[in-house]
């Protein structure tokens, strides 16, 4: 009688939003503000009237658990939007059904990791072998206890053996659809940690947090979608789950490290590709990874600022199958590929007696010197660039760059030490048209220790506005000299950019469309051409309009291809997506094909890389149309250039050439802020 009298609570409920929906329709469609969501959800576009009904999003809260004595397992949740509304599950009385699945895990007494209670027998069609794997259980019951409140009780039953002290976990994932309002599926999912006797929990896997892996993959969602945090994951990526058609564990401490470490696993560098089958014997292959940061950046993932209570358990718990997943062709029963000297590794706590987690010098055995990226090591003096001035910067004229190049320490260094200095002059600022490179390390020194180069090639007499002069180069040092671990590393300088004016009008920087800071959130410290290049802010002077890489690329594979910055960044993050090869020729001729590249994100979030507002249109009035020699128009327009890099079939080139006259493109009309089709409306997720 009580849930009886619950669901017609619901119905009333209910009937009565829809009612008051209806009569009030008129006014919403007049009068309703728009819902708190971002431009980066397609609610935030919706029909208000349409949205005020629906209520997007999904919200999935465990609220209590308990394991019966009997081994019942069940849980209590609720269902709501984000802003709290009780949801229906079965989408009767709300908008959407609420699928929901739930998976029960324990940590049993002197381990560190789950062990699953709901767990099934696959048998590969394969090989015919059979493993366990863990995942969400079947067969379950719901029964409603409230609005958007539930009791699912678990067919899965806990073993008689339950011990009652250790910590419990229970997750659950789940979808909202609501494609029928073009609002797409919503996901989320939630884990409830208990002690089955009742007393506080203690002891928990808490090493790598989701806000870490969203650094870069913006956001982290797999298997469809609702598995969304690294919380529920370890929930079923347990070191008890094997995939039985190649053999691999889903262990997620084994799994992660090697996907992420892909194509430079030696297994993978000896020919054995990393694969994993899921589900409908779908072939994962991890093959072609490229981490986007150096994998050695251990901190990108282990992060000490997440709030991760055991962030650093890489460095404190070393062990053979978290080490042994990237360093793979290590044998520790034999001790084959360890070290010279190295003994079989019987056990796990072997490890630390070496590898402590930071020694007193870098490449050490410890985890951190073990880990240390050379061009960042501590031990490296450091080159610092600072661009003073530029004297005799008139149009026509051949300008004179004055600069300093110190250590770290701020004390001088002599242009003699320097292995490399370069100094780029590119111009107007409005949009660079081409860029003069020089060797400066001839440049004169002065009495306060900066030095002056004076370019051997002019500024063009009819320039005019501002014009740019960028600083590049490095010197070798050499690292633990004399010793078995000596190496000779570029300790390369950041790059500096300093604008000038060329015809006395006030200087004007370049536009500022992505942030170096945007690119390491990926790539942890961003650094291409032999270390040289690690600014965008100097990227751009060369990866211009008119730039291709026709300087190197053999003539049997011509046309070139534009290396434009806005073209190659976009077709390089697109990768594998492209419908057609992206090949550029760079220095030494090396050959540099981006469409297996795999991007880790969501192309549809431009702020993931753009400097807030800077993909919006119209652009500037004064930007060149690209060199594009291998693209369907040739030169491309300035707006075209940046949308057909990722939309590359011939109809998204056809749209662009259809709605470009004489006068410009008329993109904006349509795609600009305002647009029917604005870039935040097509790119919602």
């Known amino acids: 009688m009580d849930t009886m009298r619950n669901r017609v609570g619901v119905l009333t409920t209910a009937r009565l939003a829809a009612v008051a929906a209806v ?86 007494a002197g381990q560190q990791q789950y062990t699953a209670y709901t767990t099934r027998l696959q048998t590969s069609p394969i090989t015919g072998v059979s493993a366990t794997q863990a995942g969400a259980d079947a067969g379950g019951t719901y029964q409603q206890v409230g609005e958007g409140e539930y009791v699912y009780t678990f067919h899965t039953k806990a073993p008689a053996t339950i011990d009652r002290n250790a910590t419990h976990s229970i997750g659950v994932y789940s979808s909202r659809n609501l494609t029928e309002f073009d609002l797409g599926t919503s996901f989320d999912d939630n884990v409830f940690n208990f002690v089955p006797n009742g007393t506080p929990v203690v002891t928990t896997r808490d090493v790598v947090r989701t806000t870490s892996c969203n650094q870069c993959h913006d956001p982290l969602s797999a298997h469809g979608g609702a598995r969304k945090s690294t919380e529920l994951c370890i929930l079923c990526h347990t070191p008890q789950t094997t995939d039985p058609d190649t053999g691999n564990t889903v262990d997620f401490k084994v799994m992660v490290h090697k996907i992420h470490q892909g194509e430079g696993l030696p297994s993978v560098e000896a020919g054995v590709p990393y694969q994993i089958i899921g589900f409908g014997q779908g072939v994962n292959d991890y093959s072609s990874v490229v981490f986007p940061a150096d994998v050695r950046t251990c901190e990108k993932c282990h992060d000490p600022n997440s709030g991760a209570a055991q962030a650093n358990a890489y460095l404190a718990n070393p062990t053979r199958d978290a080490c042994g997943s990237c360093h793979d062709n290590v044998n520790f029963a034999t001790g084959e590929n360890h070290s010279a000297d190295s003994l079989p590794e019987i056990s796990d706590r072997q490890c630390a007696n070496c590898h402590t987690p930071e020694g007193e010098l870098d490449f050490d055995p410890s985890i951190k010197g073990a880990h240390v990226i050379p061009r960042l090591s501590k031990s490296l003096p450091g080159t610092v660039f600072t661009l003073i001035r530029v004297d005799n910067g008139a149009a026509g004229k051949q300008p004179a760059v004055t600069f300093s190049v110190k250590d770290k320490s701020g004390a001088p260094i002599p242009l003699s030490a320097m292995t490399r200095l370069g100094l780029d002059l590119a111009g107007p600022t409005t949009d660079y048209a081409g860029v003069i490179s020089e060797n400066a390390l001839g440049a004169a020194a002065n009495a306060d220790g900066s030095y002056t180069y004076t370019f051997t090639a002019a500024i063009p007499a009819t320039a005019t506005g501002t014009f740019s002069i960028g600083i590049e180069g490095y010197r070798n040092v050499k690292l633990l000299p004399g010793t078995k671990k000596e190496v000779t590393v570029r300790d390369a300088g950041a790059n500096q950019v300093l604008s000038f004016s060329v015809d006395g009008s006030p200087v004007a920087e370049r536009r500022k469309v992505v942030a170096i800071e945007n690119c390491n959130q990926c790539h942890s410290s961003l650094s291409v051409h032999g270390d040289n290049r690690n600014q965008t802010v100097l990227c751009v002077l060369c990866h211009n309009p008119n730039g291709t890489d026709v300087a190197r690329r053999p003539a049997e594979e011509n046309p070139p291809e534009t290396i434009d910055f806005r073209t190659m960044i976009h077709k390089i993050h697109t990768g594998e997506e492209l419908n057609s090869e992206f090949t550029i020729y760079g220095f030494g001729g090396s050959k540099n094909d981006f469409t297996d590249v795999r991007f880790p994100g969501d192309r549809r979030n431009c702020e993931k890389c753009h400097v807030p507002g800077s993909q919006q249109l119209p652009l500037n009035d004064n930007l060149l149309s690209v060199v594009t ?51 935040d409306k097509v790119h919602a997720r």
């Open 629 to 679: 020699p291998r693209g369907y128009t040739n030169p491309t327009p300035p707006t075209a250039a940046a949308c057909l890099a990722c939309h590359t079939d011939k109809p998204a080139a056809s749209h662009a050439l259809s709605n470009t006259n004489t006068l410009g493109e008329a993109c904006a009309v349509c795609h600009g802020p305002d647009g029917e089709f604005s870039i």
């Open 23 to 108: 009569l009030l329709g008129s006014v919403a469609l007049v009068s309703a503000p728009k819902p708190a969501y971002s431009k980066r959800e397609k609610a935030f576009f919706a029909d208000p009237s349409i949205v005020a009904f629906v209520r997007p999003g999904l919200v999935v809260q465990i609220e209590s658990a308990a394991i019966a004595a009997d081994g019942t397992i069940t849980a209590k949740f609720k269902i709501t939007d984000p802003k709290g509304l009780p949801l229906d599950r079965t989408g009767t009385y709300t908008p959407g059904a609420v699928n929901t699945s739930f998976i029960a895990a324990t940590i049993l």
